[in-house]
C-alpha cells in the first residue's frame, strides 16, 4: 500500500524503469509536466513524465508504451492550455501509443487509475499521475515543492495507491488489455513470464494474500454491466463486527448510506469513522456531491443512537483543510480495500472503476489481521500527528476507534475536525442526489434529460 503520491510516484517511476517489454498506464487523466521528485531526480532518468517516457522509449526500441486516458479528460488539459498533441509530445515514435478512450455512456467517466508494467509489477488505486495531486504525508503547510507548472499553489492533498506483483499484476495486465480492446479494437498479446519485479523503495505491505479485482463497468454498447464494487461495499458493510472505517472523496451513494444506517440502528452494531475533505471541489462539484452528502450524513446522524458515527477532515498545521482524494475501506481487522471508487452513485454503475480488495479470513492468518490494523493506524497516526505507539496504546486502553480518535485529535493544529450536523446545514442544493450529475447508471441520466426536455415543452 502507498500513502500519499511523493511516494507513488517516485516508487512507479523505479517501476517503469525495470520494464523490458510493454508499460501500460490507464487513467482519468495524465499530465507529461509533472515531476517525479520536485526536490530534483534522485532515481535514473528525466524528472518529468513526458520526457522520460519519452527517454525510456528512445533507450529500448523493442519496449511498448501504451497510454490510454479518458476523452473528456482532455478537458483537464485543455485548462491546462494543453491539447492532446502537447499532452504526448512522444507519440510519433513507433513504439509509443496514445489514445484517447470514448466508450462510455454520454457523462461517464474512465476513472481508473492503472499502470501495469510487463504484467509482473501493476499499480492500482486512487491516484492520477497528474497536475496538482504530489504531496508528502508531512501535509505541510506552504510546501514550496506543491506548485503547478505555472508557478501557483495548490490544497495539501492526501491520496492513496497500491503496488502489486505476481499473479495480481497479471489479472491487471489483463484488464488493462480488455480496456484497450474496448477502446481501440486492438488485441494485445500478454507479457511474456519473467520474474517478478519491485520497486526498489517500497517495503511489502503483504506478501503471499489472495487479493480480489473489483470492476464498475457502466451497460454500454456491446459491454455488460458490471457491479462488482457495489456489491463489495454492501456486503463489507453488512460483515462489519467492531469498526468501519472509510476514506473517501465524496458520500453521495444513498444505497451506502442507507447500509450505513441500518448498522447505526442496531443495539450492539460496529462503530463507522468517515475521513473525507471538508469541501468537494469547485463550484458545481460541492453544489452537487455536498449536497448529496449533507442529506446522506443526516441520514446516518439521525440513526445513530449509540454515538457511534464520526466524520471528520484533516487539517494541516496552521489548520488549513488537506484534500482527501484516497479511496479506503477497511472493515475490524479483517477486510483491506484500496481503489478508485469513491462512496457515490457514479461509482457504483455509471463510471469505469478498478478496486483491490484483500480479506484475512480467506487469507488465512492472523499476521494479515495485525498488518491491515497496521494499515489503519497508520492512517489515522498521519492524519492525527500521532506517533503509533501512543495511538496503539491509547486504542488498547479504550477499545473503541471512535474513543482513540476523540482522545488523540485536537481541534487546534494539525490534526482531525469533526464534521458535525450544524456544519454542513448550508450545504443543501437543488443538485444533490441529482440524475445528472451523479447517476447511478445510464437509464437514470437519460430519465432525468427526457424529464427536463418535457417540463421545457410544456411551458
Known amino acids: 500500500m502507498i500513502v500519499d503520491a511523493a511516494d507513488y510516484f517516485v516508487a512507479i517511476k523505479q517501476g517503469m524503469l525495470q520494464a523490458r517489454q510493454s508499460i501500460m498506464l490507464i487513467g482519468w487523466d495524465f499530465d507529461t509536466s509533472i515531476a517525479f521528485e520536485p526536490d530534483g531526480a534522485t532515481v535514473d532518468g528525466p524528472n518529468t513524465l513526458g520526457d522520460f517516457l519519452d527517454w525510456l522509449a528512445t533507450r529500448d526500441e523493442s519496449l511498448r508504451i501504451r497510454v490510454l486516458q479518458w476523452d473528456l479528460g482532455t478537458l483537464e488539459a485543455l485548462s491546462r492550455l494543453e491539447m492532446p498533441e502537447v499532452l504526448a509530445p512522444w507519440t510519433g515514435r513507433k513504439n509509443v501509443q496514445f489514445k484517447l478512450d470514448s466508450l462510455h455512456p454520454a457523462g461517464a467517466a474512465h476513472h481508473s487509475k492503472v499502470a501495469v508494467i510487463d504484467d509482473a509489477l501493476a499499480f492500482c488505486g486512487g491516484i492520477d499521475m497528474t497536475a496538482e495531486r504530489w504531496d508528502t504525508s508531512e501535509h505541510r503547510d506552504g510546501d514550496r515543492r506543491r506548485f503547478t507548472s505555472g508557478g501557483s499553489s495548490y490544497q495539501p492533498w492526501h491520496d492513496a495507491t497500491t503496488a502489486v506483483a505476481g499473479p ?23 507479457a511474456s513470464p519473467r520474474e517478478d519485479i519491485w520497486p526498489q523503495s517500497l517495503e511489502p505491505t503483504f506478501q503471499s494474500v489472495d487479493v480480489a479485482v473489483m470492476r464498475t463497468f457502466p451497460k454500454h454498447s456491446a459491454w455488460k454491466e458490471v457491479r462488482e464494487i457495489e456489491s463489495f461495499y454492501l456486503d463489507a458493510i453488512a460483515a462489519a463486527e467492531q469498526a468501519i472505517y472509510f476514506e473517501s472523496q465524496y458520500f453521495a451513494s444513498r444505497r451506502i448510506a442507507e447500509a450505513i444506517a441500518d448498522r447505526l440502528l442496531e443495539t450492539d452494531g460496529p462503530e463507522v469513522v468517515i475521513v473525507m475533505p471538508q469541501h468537494g471541489e469547485g463550484w458545481l462539484r460541492r453544489k452537487a456531491m455536498d449536497g448529496a452528502r449533507a442529506k446522506l450524513l443526516h441520514l446516518c446522524w439521525q440513526a445513530d443512537g449509540s454515538e457511534r458515527f464520526r466524520v471528520y477532515y484533516p487539517t494541516t498545521e496552521r489548520g488549513k483543510p488537506i484534500y482527501v482524494h484516497a479511496k479506503i475501506t477497511i472493515i475490524d481487522d479483517r477486510i483491506l480495500r484500496v481503489g478508485s471508487s469513491n462512496l457515490n452513485n457514479r461509482s457504483m454503475g455509471f463510471d469505469t472503476e478498478c478496486d483491490l480488495a484483500l480479506d484475512a479470513v480467506q487469507s488465512n492468518g492472523p499476521d494479515v489481521r495485525r498488518r491491515i490494523a497496521r494499515v489503519r493506524s497508520g492512517l489515522l497516526c498521519e492524519h492525527l500527528n500521532r506517533s503509533c505507539a501512543t495511538f496503539d496504546d491509547t486504542f488498547k486502553a479504550r477499545g473503541s476507534l471512535i474513543g482513540t480518535i476523540e482522545q488523540l485529535r485536537s481541534d487546534t493544529g494539525r490534526s482531525l475536525r469533526k464534521l458535525s450536523p450544524d456544519m454542513i446545514e448550508d450545504d443543501d442544493s437543488a443538485l444533490a442526489e441529482n440524475d445528472l450529475t451523479d447517476p447511478e447508471r445510464y437509464d437514470g441520466l437519460v430519465n432525468h434529460l427526457r424529464s427536463g426536455l418535457r417540463q421545457i415543452a410544456r411551458r
Open 168 to 190: 495480481l499484476a497479471r489479472d491487471l495486465g489483463e484488464h488493462a488489455r480488455l480496456r484497450w480492446l474496448s477502446a481501440t479494437d486492438e488485441v494485445l498479446e500478454p
